[in-house]
C-alpha cells in the first residue's frame, strides 16, 4: 500500500496518522491513499464499496454520517473511464473524507442507498447525466433531464448541440422535438475583433 502525499498547504500529521489508521482496519477493501490539499482521499474497489461506506459510518474512530455529495468524472481517453467520486462528513470528528471509485465505461456499481438515504436523488443525477448504472437502487429514473432524452449529457462523446431540440410551434399551437438543424451561417465564424486598433502607415 502506497500513501502519496501531495501538500501545498501546511503539513498535517493527523491526516497521515489516520490514513495510516483506516490502512491498518481495513487493508483489503483501500487500494490507495492519497492527501491533497489537506484532504484525504480514499480510492476503492468498486465491490468493496458498501462495505467502505458502511465502517465509515458506523465505526466509533470514523462516524462519517452524513453524505454530502455524488458526483462523477469522465476521463474518456482511460480504460476506467468514469471516477464516481462520495463526500462524506462527520460531525462528530468535524472532518471530511472523500471516495474514489474507478469504472469502466460499461460497468456498474452498487447503490449505497439503503445506507445513506440521501444517495437516492444523488445517484439518479449520476444516471441521468453520466449513465452509470447504480445496482439495486430503489428508483432509478432520470431527474434532470426530460422524458424520452436521448444519451446522457455529461459523458465527454456527448455532443455540444446534443440530438433533439425542443421548440415552440405557433401554427399548430404545440411544443414539439425535432433532430437538431444547425444552419451554415452559424457554422461560419468571422474571428476579426471590432475593437481592433488599426494603424496608420
Known sequence: MYIYIFFFMNNN??????ANLLINLIPKFIKDVLIIHN????IINNNDLKNVVFFLKNHSYTQYKILCDITAVDYIDREER?????????????????????????QAIESISMIHPS????????WDLFGIFFMNHPDLRRILTD???EGHPLKKDFPLTGYLEVRYDASIKQ?????????QE????????????????
Do not use: C, H, M
Open 13 to 18: 500529521k493527523i491526516f497521515k496518522d489516520f
Open 39 to 42: 484532504e484525504l482521499i480514499l
Open 82 to 106: 468514469f471516477e464516481v467520486v462520495y463526500q462524506l462528513l462527520s460531525i462528530v470528528y468535524g472532518a471530511r473524507i472523500r471516495l474514489k471509485v474507478l469504472l469502466t465505461e460499461n
Open 119 to 126: 444517495a437516492n436523488w444523488y445517484e439518479r443525477e449520476v
Open 147 to 149: 422524458y424520452g432524452f
Open 175 to 183: 411544443v414539439i422535438s425535432e433532430p437538431v438543424d444547425i444552419t
Open 186 to 201: 452559424f457554422r461560419n465564424f468571422n474571428f476579426s475583433s471590432p475593437w481592433e486598433i488599426k494603424t496608420k502607415n
